[in-house]
T-cell receptor, first 110, second 114 residues
Framework: GDSVTQMEGPVTLSEEAFLTINCTYT??????LFWYVQYPGEGLQLLLK?????DKGSNKGFEATYRKETTSFHLEKGSVQVSDSAVYFC?????????FGAGTRLTVKP | NAGVTQTPKFQVLKTGQSMTLQCAQD?????MSWYRQDPGMGLRLIHY???????DQGEVPNGYNVSRSTTEDFPLRLLSAAPSQTSVYFC?????????????FGPGTRLLVL
């Protein structure tokens, strides 16, 4: 079945550092890909999405490009802030089925 | 709009007890779903509904029942709680089935089964 694999955390960075969180997927069809963010005590919020190959999703300085040839959707940000500390989930949606990765906890220190 | 609301926020049950987790949305969304979140496993889909009167099983449906009598409400029932059902439960909704549609999540219900 479809699945998502993302890098294990936790990830700890200093403010203004570059962030990459790796995500790869396995799917039988042509899924849409998502990154969600979960702040402490809250539900998941959509961060960005891409619906077809070579699309780039972006929001709040975060970017991810849908790479069909490498089945990847890596999340990047050029300069992280303390307020970016959260758990990040990569996810795919194929027909009615949505699959999430295990999540990567990011802590940004001032 | 209140978005997606869930009650209760926290619940403690004894093994064998039953309860219903409530979920409601005021966005007139057709698609609603329930997930459980366990450490190191991300979110797993329990049940989903594509409209009033229609429900289907997700990845981990055993031990849970759902119904969808209205567009707004999608309750999740635990008929006989087990410690393995200790988890955080999230309800989500989206406007439709299109792959481009994104989901809106509720704040979650933390359930502890003793």
């Amino acid at each position: 079945g479809d699945s998502v694999t993302q890098m294990e955390g936790p990830v700890t960075l200093s403010e203004e550092a570059f962030l990459t969180i790796n995500c790869t997927y396995t799917a039988t069809g042509y899924p849409s890909l998502f990154w969600y963010v979960q702040y402490p005590g809250e539900g998941l919020q959509l961060l960005l999405k891409a619906t077809k190959a070579d699309d780039k999703g972006s929001n709040k300085g975060f970017e991810a490009t849908y790479r069909k040839e490498t089945t990847s959707f890596h999340l990047e940000k050029g300069s992280v802030q303390v307020s970016d500390s959260a758990v990040y989930f990569c996810a795919l949606k194929d027909n009615n089925d949505m699959r999430f990765g295990a999540g990567t906890r990011l802590t940004v220190k001032p | 709009n209140a978005g997606v609301t869930q009650t209760p926020k926290f619940q403690v049950l004894k093994t064998g007890q039953s309860m219903t987790l409530q979920c409601a949305q005021d966005m007139n969304h057709e698609y609603m779903s329930w997930y459980r979140q366990d450490p190191g496993m991300g979110l797993r889909l329990i049940h989903y509904s594509v409209g009033a009167g229609i429900t289907d099983q997700g990845e981990v449906p055993n031990g849970y029942n759902v119904s969808r009598s209205t567009t707004e409400d999608f309750p999740l029932r635990l008929l006989s709680a087990a410690p393995s059902q200790t988890s955080v439960y999230f309800c989500a909704s989206s406007p439709g089935l299109d792959l481009q549609e994104t989901q809106y999540f509720g704040p979650g219900t933390r359930l502890l089964v003793l």
